[in-house]
């Protein structure tokens, strides 16, 4: 074998390997999004094994294998219809998830805008000070930040709002980090040249560094997006009233329970980040390459 | 005259950039800087009514409660086995996808789903491939092996491991490969042409390039690793098996008791053991890094 085609036989090597564990990647979310087009009685000939282990009085009529399956034998819309006609349960969550994600996404990238155009001008050792704190900030994991957080809400008196999450969350520094490390990269001689003409401060901003950063920003938003989209600690810990929590906590509750509907819950709940990714992905794939080198 | 506006302006422009700033710091300080200040002393007095001083008092009481340590043992576990496998593990595709293969652009995109799919849809999945009698029991078993408890075993760990890898591995690639398309391509001709083998380039050339980024995967992922709780809530619930008890359970489980001292304590240790594990990595990165810079 000589060099050509030993590269050429690694090539094809690494083709099937790669497709391979890429769909094993993505079998998780498929076999999701098939299931939900199964009947009820299908789920539960299928994973009625699990169901046994959760509340007994069901067992009579289960195979005692769990069956994974990827086609169903008939295509229903019925998890859905019960879903989304019958239990007003679920789209109230889901409401929740909503009414929390998107002001926190909203407002923290309306905010991170404004300071990230403060700490990319005229830097001072002020300015790196906070920044610096703001990094430490992002670092630390829940299990540190959470608690402030609780004693706050507990001193405003909005344990158990939905504030008690927005507020923190708006002010999370994590898209203040990215975002100044992308517009510290805007050539100083576009706002020399802005200047010049008589451009103010705040057209600066809004008519150099924000249509520059477009990508960014919205590479940001999603990945802010998707991080709150998946809250479950929060909810748990500053709002005791279960019927507030989005439905990623409430997802939990479900899957014991009303398994027949469980696969379409969880098809619906992924339908915006899905739908995101699927527009936005090369915004995605530029937003996490900005992300890289905490110095850079 | 004219020499004098034009300062005037640039401090008129100071300020705005400073004004910029405000907002979000004072935020910051609100709901984070200072109930931190109030949480680092209600971590040294006995109670929020007496305010004596006690020391480290707490922090004994801490480190003393059975399910602390268990916290403990179980994340620190869980995070240096799965840290640095999703960096290993990111870092070898990102180098396999440089090759020029078909529909690279389409592998990449599946790597990548993950993330953006929330962990509450697919639990049941998760939850179907590792019962008992799930999916990957009866792998086993068509092999002659033998079923593995999986959630309620030592095995527990594997399964967020798994799964911590599958939400995370994706994102780490995508650094890497672009980090990896950044390296001056001549270096690599050179070093080619001089007859480095494939193995060689990678030690010595691209890896000193790479070692801001996985400095950075690094970073990235130790934090990550801190959310598995989320994973462990979804497939267990409140009350997770041994191995899968996190320290986010423990902290939990004392909001609820209440007990603020002993929280504020674990919430200080833990923000110390992140800035020195921190400082340790930054400081091994300015060693390695600094002659490619």
Not at chain 1, 12 to 39: K, W
Not at chain 2, 50 to 74: P, Q, W
Request: charged share 15%.
């Amino acid at each position: 074998m000589n060099k050509r085609q030993k590269e050429k036989f690694l090539n094809i090597a690494v083709t099937i390997f790669a497709v391979i564990a890429a769909l094993l990647f993505v079998m998780p979310t498929i076999l999701t999004i098939a299931n939900s087009f199964m009947t009820s009685t299908e789920i539960s000939a299928n994973y009625g094994a699990m169901l046994e282990n959760m509340t007994e009085d069901k067992k009579t009529y289960i195979s005692e294998k769990v069956n994974l399956k990827f086609i169903p034998d008939k295509v229903t819309f019925d998890q859905y219809k019960n879903v989304l006609l019958k239990n007003p349960d679920y789209l109230l969550k889901f409401w929740n998830s909503i009414a929390l994600t998107v002001p926190i996404t909203v407002f923290q990238m309306l905010l991170a805008i404004l300071t990230s155009y403060g700490f990319s001008r005229y830097p001072n050792k002020f300015k790196s000070i906070i920044f610096f704190t703001y990094i430490i900030l992002m670092i630390m994991p829940y299990q540190v930040t959470l608690v402030p957080n609780f004693l706050v809400a507990e001193k405003f008196n909005i344990l158990n709002t939905r504030w008690a999450i927005i507020l923190p969350g708006i002010f999370s520094p994590f898209s203040v980090f990215l975002l100044s490390k992308v517009m510290r990269r805007i050539p100083i001689s576009y706002v020399e040249a802005a200047k010049l003409d008589g451009a103010s401060e705040l057209q600066i901003l809004t008519k150099i560094h924000m249509p520059l950063c477009k990508g960014a920003i919205v590479s940001i938003a999603m990945l802010v997006f998707i991080d709150y989209w998946n809250m479950v600690e929060q909810p748990l810990v500053l709002m005791k009233d279960a019927d507030m929590h989005p439905l990623s906590v409430f997802l939990s509750q479900i899957n014991t329970g009303d398994i027949g509907l469980a696969f379409a819950v969880g098809t619906v709940y992924m339908v915006p980040t899905i739908l995101m990714f699927l527009y936005g992905e090369d915004y995605l794939l530029e937003g996490i390459t900005y992300s890289g080198g905490i110095k850079g | 005259m004219k020499k004098r506006k034009d300062q005037c302006g640039r401090k008129g422009e100071r300020i705005f950039s400073n004004i910029c700033v405000m907002p979000s710091l004072i935020g910051v300080l609100i709901f984070f800087l200072i109930p931190f200040g109030i949480v680092v002393y209600y971590s040294v007095i006995n109670n929020p009514i007496m305010h004596d001083f006690v020391g480290i008092e707490n922090y004994k009481r801490l480190i003393e409660t059975v399910a602390f340590k268990k916290a403990s043992v179980n994340t620190a576990t869980f995070s240096l086995i799965s840290v640095p496998l999703a960096v290993i593990l990111s870092l070898w595709l990102a180098v396999l996808l440089e090759r020029d293969i078909p529909g690279k652009s389409v592998v990449r995109t599946l790597f990548l789903s993950p993330l953006m799919v929330p962990t509450a849809s697919v639990v049941l999945v998760w939850q179907v491939l590792f019962h008992t009698n799930g999916t990957l029991n009866q792998i086993i078993e068509m092999f002659g092996g033998n079923d593995i408890d999986w959630m309620k075993s030592a095995h527990g760990q594997t399964i967020i491991i798994v799964m911590f890898l599958w939400k995370n591995m994706g994102y780490n690639m995508i650094l890497f490969m672009s980090a990896l398309a950044a390296i001056p391509r001549d270096i690599i001709e050179v070093a080619k042409l001089e007859g480095a083998s494939g193995w060689y380039q990678f030690i010595h050339i691209k890896l000193r390039y790479l070692s801001p980024t996985i400095l950075f995967v690094l970073i990235l992922s130790l934090i990550n690793s801190f959310k598995i709780f989320r994973e462990v809530y979804l497939l267990t619930g409140d009350y997770p098996y041994d191995k899968m008890y996190m320290l986010q359970h423990f902290m939990n489980n004392t909001f609820n008791s209440l007990d603020y001292q002993k929280l504020s304590a674990a919430a200080v240790l833990f923000s110390l053991i992140m800035i020195v594990i921190i400082a340790i990595l930054l400081a091994i990165e300015n060693h390695f890094g600094k002659d490619v810079e």
